[in-house]
C-alpha cells in the first residue's frame, strides 16, 4: 500500500531546520511500517531499535546524555555503523523508555547530522503533557489510517488514477463516478486500519475484514486497561463503547448521561481527553459565531465526538454490509457518513472543522480556509440541502459553499455538490 506520508517524511529529510520526528496516531495505523519503508526507500540503511521487545536498550539512555556516545552503542547493537545523513535512527515505541524520548533533546542539540525518526503507541497521551517531552525539540508527525484516495490506490490503480487527475468543476462521467461511489461504499465497510485494507485486498472476504476489525476493538480496549495513567480505564471504556449512541442521537452533541445515568463532565472529562490524545476519537467543538477565526468561538462544553476509523465504526455499531451496499436507509447513516467526510478533511486544513448551530437548524461542518469559512453539509444519499443550510448560504453568502452527498460533481456559483468520495480532495479542488 502507498500511503501519501511518505512524502511528508520525505520532505523532513530535505528541510533545513529538521529536527528528530515523532509520528503519533493510534495504535495499528501503520507507524512502524511507515518507518521501516522511509529508512529503505530515502537512506542507504536504517536502524531499527524496539523498546518494547528489547529491554537492554532503556540502560543505554539511563546512564548517557551524549547522542555520540549513544549512536556509537547502537552501532554496536545493531551489528552496524551509524552515519549521519545516510543511516536513518528508527525508536518504536519509545514511550516504554521516557529517558529515550527525552534524548531527542539532545540530538536535536548537538548532534542534527543523525536522522531519527520515533514512534509508539498512546504517544499522544504523553505529547499532550509537555513535562513528558522535550517541547521544541522535535517535529511531530500525525498518522491515520488510509484515507479514501490511499485505499482507493491500493485497491484499484487505475481508477485512482482518473480520481487524483480531476480537477475544479470537472464533469464526471456516469461510468467513473459509479465506479467510484462503489469503492466509497466498500471503504465505509473496511475502513482505513492497513490490516482491514490488506485483508480485503488478499481474501476478498468480508468476514475475515469483519474479524479483523473486532479484533483491533479489543486490543484498544485492552489498552485501556494497561495505560497505567491516572485516567480511571473503566471510564475510557465507558466513553469509548458509547459513540455509537452518541452519535446515533438526533443531534450527536456528546452527553455525559448517555455514558453513565447521572453522568457529570467531571467525571468522565479526563477520560475524553485521553481518548482524543491518544488518536483514538476526534472531536468536533460547536461554535457560538460561524466566522473567523473559529477557534475564539468554541464552545468547550459543547462536543461531539467521531471514531478515528469509519469501518472500526460501522463495526461497533453492527450495520449489516448489505444495507450499505445496496444502498438502503438505515438509522445509522447519516452519522456513519459525517464520521467519513470528518475522517477526510482531517489534515486537510490548518484549522480543525468545527460545526454550528442555531434556532433554524445545523450546520454538519464549518471550514476555516484562510480567513474564509465554508460551510460543509453531509448528505449519505442523493438528498438535496436542507432548509437550514439554504438558510445559512443565503444570509451569510460564503464564497463558497459545499455539499457532500452521493449525486454527481456539479458547481454552481459559490456552490458546489461534490460527491462524497471527493471529500479527501476537497482543499485541491476548491
Known amino acids: 500500500m502507498d500511503r501519501f506520508s511518505l512524502q511528508d517524511l520525505i520532505s523532513w529529510k530535505l528541510s533545513a531546520d529538521r529536527k528528530p520526528l515523532i509520528l503519533k496516531g493510534a495504535r495499528q495505523v501503520g507507524k512502524t511500517w511507515l518507518m521501516k519503508e522511509f529508512g529503505r526507500t530515502q537512506y542507504k540503511n536504517f536502524a531499527y531499535f524496539n523498546f518494547d521487545e528489547e ?61 531519527v525518526v520515533a514512534a509508539g503507541s498512546l504517544l499522544g497521551t504523553l505529547l499532550a503533557q509537555p513535562k513528558s517531552y522535550p517541547v521544541g525539540m522535535v517535529n511531530i508527525l500525525e498518522v491515520g489510517p488510509l484515507n479514501f484516495a490511499e485505499f482507493l490506490k491500493a485497491k484499484d490503480e487505475g481508477l485512482h488514477s482518473y480520481y487524483a487527475g480531476l480537477t475544479n468543476g470537472q464533469s464526471i462521467e456516469d461510468i467513473f463516478h459509479t465506479r467510484l461511489l462503489d469503492a466509497y461504499h466498500h471503504y465505509l465497510i473496511i475502513g482505513g486500519m492497513p490490516e482491514c485494507v490488506s485483508s480485503w485486498l488478499e481474501w476478498k472476504d468480508p468476514q475475515k475484514v469483519i474479524q479483523a476489525q473486532r479484533e483491533l476493538l479489543d486490543v484498544y480496549e485492552n489498552d485501556f486497561s494497561k495505560h497505567n495513567g491516572r485516567v480511571n480505564s473503566g471510564r475510557l471504556l465507558q466513553v469509548f463503547r458509547s459513540i455509537v449512541s452518541q452519535l446515533a442521537k438526533e443531534n450527536g452533541k456528546f452527553m455525559y448521561g448517555v455514558v453513565r445515568s447521572g453522568g457529570r463532565a467531571r467525571d468522565f472529562e479526563e477520560a475524553i481527553e485521553w481518548l482524543v490524545s491518544a488518536g483514538m476519537l476526534n472531536r468536533v467543538f460547536n461554535v457560538s459565531k460561524p466566522e473567523h477565526p473559529l477557534p475564539a468561538f468554541d464552545r468547550m462544553d459543547c462536543f461531539k465526538l467521531y471514531l478515528f476509523d469509519t469501518g472500526l465504526l460501522k463495526c461497533m455499531a453492527g450495520i449489516d454490509n448489505a444495507a450499505i451496499l445496496l444502498k438502503s436507509d438505515f438509522q445509522f447513516k447519516g452519522p456513519l457518513t459525517e464520521n467519513f467526510v470528518l475522517q477526510q478533511l482531517k489534515g486537510q486544513f490548518d484549522v480543525s472543522p468545527r460545526y454550528y448551530s442555531d434556532k433554524t437548524g445545523e450546520i454538519d461542518f464549518l471550514i476555516q480556509h484562510g480567513q474564509e469559512i465554508i460551510p460543509v453539509e453531509v448528505k449519505g444519499g442523493e438528498e438535496k440541502s436542507a432548509a437550514s443550510f439554504k438558510k445559512f448560504i443565503a444570509q451569510r453568502e460564503p464564497e463558497n459553499a459545499i455539499r457532500f452527498s452521493q449525486m454527481g460533481y456539479v458547481k454552481d456559483g459559490g456552490f458546489t455538490n461534490m460527491p462524497l468520495y471527493l471529500a479527501s480532495r476537497m482543499r485541491e479542488l476548491l
Open 55 to 115: 529491554e537492554e536498550l532503556k540502560s543505554i539512555f539511563v546512564v548517557n546524555k551524549n547522542p555520540d556516545r549513544i549512536v556509537e552503542l547502537l552501532s554496536l547493537i545493531s551489528g552496524m555503523k551509524i552515519e549521519p545523513e545516510d543511516t536513518l535512527i528508527i525508536f518504536d515505541e519509545i514511550q516504554e523508555c521516557p529517558e529515550a524520548l527525552n534524548s531527542l533533546k539532545y540530538f536535536k542539540e548537538k548532534a542534527g547530522q543523525y536522522h
